[in-house]
C-alpha cells in the first residue's frame, strides 16, 4: 500500500515547512523516470524510477554516467511519492535534505526485463531504457549489498547507441530540463 511504503519519506519530513509534496497521483501506464540534482550537505543526483504508485529511489552521488565503463555507486533511499518528479526548488535548511534541487532529467522508460519492475527490484536487477533528454538508452541498477542498513547498487550504462564516452552531462549540464535553472538560481 502506499501509505505504508512512503511512511519513511513522510516520518523525516514537514512537508508544510519543505513544500514537497505528499501523494497524489496513482501509477500511470507510461512509468516515469526522474533524476533530481540535490545540493544538500552533500551535492548528489537522485535517480527515481516509478514502480507501482511510488517513486523508488536511490541516492547518486557522482551522477549517471554515458561511459559504459563506468559503475556509479546508487545507495537506496526512501520511496518518493509521483508527484515528487516535478518537484524543484528550495527546501530550508533545517528540514530533512534542506537544500535546493533541479529536475536534471526527466522522461519515460520501459522495463527490459522479462519480469515485473517489482519483481526485479526485489531481485536487485533491474534493467530498464530511458527516454530522457540527457539520459537514453538503456541502463542497469544492480545491488550489490547492505551498508549501514542501507542497500547499495551500482548504476550502469549499457553500450547502446545512448552511451557517449566523452558527454559528461553530470558535470556540463547541471541545469534543470523543466526551466533551465539551476541549483544555485535557487538559492536565497
Ligand atoms: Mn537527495
Known sequence: MPKKKLSEYYAKRDLASSGEPAAGRSGSRHPRFVVQRHDARSLHFDFRLEIGDVLVSWSVPKGPSLDPRDR??????EDHPLDYADFEGRIPADDYGGGTVVVWDVGTFDNLNETTMA??????HLRVRLHGEKLTGAFSLVRTGLRGGREQWLLFKKDDEGADRRRKPAVTQPESVLTGKTNEDFES
Open 119 to 124: 519483481t526485479s527490484l526485489d531481485a536487485g
Open 72 to 77: 556509479r555507486l546508487a545507495v537506496r533511499t
